[in-house]
T-cell receptor
Framework: AQSVTQLDSHVSVSEGTPVLLRCNYS??????LFWYVQHPNKGLQLLLK??????LVKGINGFEAEFKKSETSFHLTKPSAHMSDAAEYFC???????????????FGSGTQLTVLP | NAGVMQNPRHLVRRRGQEARLRCSPM?????VYWYRQLPEEGLKFMVY????????ESGMPKERFSAEFPKEGPSILRIQQVVRGDSAAYFC???????????FGEGSWLTVV
């Protein structure tokens, strides 16, 4: 079974300080992992993805995440927060369902990032 | 290349009415997924479809909800006899066959009054 745990439901940082959003996963198979961002009343935007290539993945808007198999983690980081980063962030694991080549996603519960001026 | 298109973006229905949400996948994508996001909650999987086939509907409520993805035209999520608890954001996503990245639409916000 696949599961995703986002360890913090809310994270608050000051503008210009580092961001760390934590994510742990459980997967029976080699997972594909993603981070999506959702701004208020907007759809989900893909930030970055890990698909068994380099363990350090760089995404858009200065975000990056490191896949650590030994720790079953895929934490999202950014060196310096910007006001526009305030949003909800979802960690997602992707796995194949039994029929054909289809893939299913399991979402974490989300982390609300607040950026203080 | 247009992204995943959902309409309507906002829909208001009275209790007991029907709601139809439409999703046009990205060009070349043959898989469609529907997710629901209740207020203050994360996204929950509802159903996964290929053209003319429901592959996985394990997240769909047993009654009043149905989904289709016809050979021609958009995927439709249909909610009959809506109740206040159906008020939520409904997200559609699509992917090509065999791909492991899923692209989301902007969502449809359903309000039941």
């Amino acid at each position: 079974a696949q599961s995703v745990t986002q360890l913090d439901s809310h994270v608050s940082v000051s503008e210009g300080t580092p961001v760390l959003l934590r994510c742990n996963y459980s997967s029976s198979y080699s997972p594909s992992l993603f981070w999506y961002v959702q701004h208020p009343n907007k759809g989900l935007q893909l930030l970055l993805k890990y698909t068994s290539a380099a363990t350090l993945v760089k995404g858009i808007n200065g975000f990056e995440a490191e896949f650590k198999k030994s720790e079953t983690s895929f934490h999202l980081t950014k060196p310096s927060a910007h006001m526009s980063d305030a949003a909800e962030y979802f960690c997602v694991v992707s796995f194949k369902i039994s029929s054909g080549s289809a893939r299913q996603l399991t979402f974490g519960s989300g982390t609300q990032l607040t950026v203080l001026p | 290349n247009a992204g995943v298109m959902q309409n309507p973006r906002h829909l208001v229905r009275r209790r007991g009415q029907e709601a139809r949400l439409r999703c046009s996948p990205m060009k070349g994508h043959s898989h469609v997924y529907w997710y629901r996001q209740l207020p203050e909650e994360g996204l929950k999987f509802m159903v996964y479809l290929q053209k003319e086939n429901i592959i996985d509907e394990s997240g769909m409520p047993k009654e009043r909800f149905s989904a289709e993805f016809p050979k021609e035209g958009p995927s439709i999520l249909r909610i009959q006899q809506v109740v206040r608890g159906d008020s939520a954001a409904y997200f559609c996503a699509s992917s090509p066959m065999g791909a492991n990245t899923i692209y989301f639409g902007e969502g449809s916000w359903l309000t039941v009054v």
